[in-house]
């Protein structure tokens, strides 16, 4: 129920980075939880990076300290600082949000996805 809309996927060399932002839209209050997943082709969908409301953040296993996370709950908008990027990483990325604390899929929403394409 909360419109997502995402920036700033596109072609990068490995090694290089690349930023996502991420705006929630259509809600009078702060998502509990912002963050990114990701799908590559013949893969499932995998937790790229996401925080909740004062500043937990969680990352996946493959991106720990190569992207970092941050929120401004005042704009309700998640940036994804991606570094030292991959093939691996070349995925569809897709911005998700919760509304409450359990975070029950009922109250869920995702962008439409962006392509992040890591390749020389």
């Known amino acids: 129920q909360v419109r997502l809309v995402e920036s700033g996927g596109g072609l990068v060399q490995p090694g290089g980075s690349l930023t996502l932002s991420c705006a929630a839209k259509?809600?009078?209050?702060?998502?509990?939880?912002m963050g990114w997943y990701r799908q590559a082709p013949g893969k499932d969908r995998e937790l790229v990076a996401r925080?909740?409301?004062?500043?937990?953040?969680q990352f996946g296993d493959s991106v720990k300290g190569r992207f970092t996370i941050s929120r401004e709950d005042a704009k309700n908008t998640v940036t994804l600082e991606m570094t030292n990027l991959r093939p691996e990483d070349t995925a569809v990325y897709f911005c998700?949000?919760?509304?409450?604390?359990?975070?029950?899929?009922?109250?869920?929403?995702w962008g439409q996805g962006t392509q992040v394409t890591v390749s020389s």
């Open positions: 925080v909740i409301t004062g500043g937990h953040a």
């Open positions: 259509g809600t009078i209050f702060a998502p509990y939880a």
């Open positions: 998700w949000c919760n509304t409450i604390a359990t975070m029950s899929e009922a109250y869920a929403s």
